[in-house]
Antibody, heavy 119, light 109 residues
Framework: QVQLQQSGPGLVKPSQTLLITCAIS??????????WNWIRQSPSRGLEWLGR?????????EYAAFVKSRISINPDTSKNQFSLQVNSVTPEDTAVYYC?????????WGQGTLVTVSS | QTVVTQEPSLTVSPGGTVTLTCASS?????????PNWFQQKPGQAPRALIY???NKHSWTPARFSGSLLGGKAALTLSGVQPEDEAEYYC?????????FGGGTKLTVL
């Protein structure tokens, strides 16, 4: 059974960096048939796919165009987890952030992390 | 910017049938967009129901089915149960990026 466990701060100040991690059990971040995604949800913007990382003999990353300049998704093979970093956050980045597994679907999801951007 | 459009809300009677649709501003939805459908209830993460147009996950109830209909992706619920009341989201792939629809609030009344 695949499980994704998220951890990260609930409050981030404007202009600072948001960092959330997603620990994987029951699968491997280095799987050569998998992919590891970050998605967020807010009342004003709905569900938004942010990007993904995956391994196919080497590591690849793909990011949504609207946030590409500010985010980084990184695998940590030693801890079997992956992380989301969002730089220069604004109140518009306030959302519930989810990690999810999948290439052509998102079958397993983390529990969600509510991140509020406020001073 | 690509926009994925769903009906904002639909109402169905218990035991009835309802079809939700998912349209793309880029044109007709095909299987190349790998249409997915998710169900979300308040306070929960979305739950995957359908992937690549019409494939069910192992946990997807038989009353849910996916298809392509008139240039859109479609999710049909047959024999609706009270517990099907939820928000439903579609998801489409645009060559390197995924885009969610705005969601359909399904009321069972």
């Amino acid at each position: 059974q695949v499980q994704l466990q998220q951890s990260g701060p609930g409050l981030v100040k404007p202009s600072q960096t948001l960092l959330i991690t997603c620990a994987i059990s029951g699968d491997s971040v280095s799987s050569n048939i998998g992919a590891w995604n970050w998605i967020r949800q807010s009342p004003s913007r709905g569900l938004e796919w942010l990007g993904r990382t995956y391994y196919r003999s080497k590591w690849y990353n793909e990011y949504a165009a609207f946030v590409k300049s500010r985010i980084s998704i990184n695998p940590d093979t030693s801890k079997n987890q992956f992380s989301l970093q969002v730089n220069s956050v604004t109140p518009e980045d306030t959302a519930v952030y989810y990690c999810a597994r999948g290439v052509t679907t998102f079958d397993y999801w983390g529990q969600g992390t509510l991140v509020t951007v406020s001073s | 910017q690509t926009v994925v459009t769903q009906e904002p809300s639909l109402t169905v009677s218990p035991g009835g049938t309802v079809t939700l649709t998912c349209a793309s501003s880029a044109g007709a939805v095909t299987s190349d967009y790998y249409p997915n459908w998710f169900q979300q209830k308040p306070g929960q993460a979305p739950r995957a129901l359908i992937y690549t147009t019409n494939n069910k996950h192992s946990w997807t109830p038989a009353r849910f089915s996916g298809s392509l209909l008139g240039g859109k992706a479609a999710l049909t619920l047959s024999g609706v149960q009270p517990e099907d009341e939820a928000e439903y989201y579609c998801l489409l792939y645009y060559g390197g990026a995924w885009v969610f629809g705005g969601g359909t609030k399904l009321t069972v009344l």
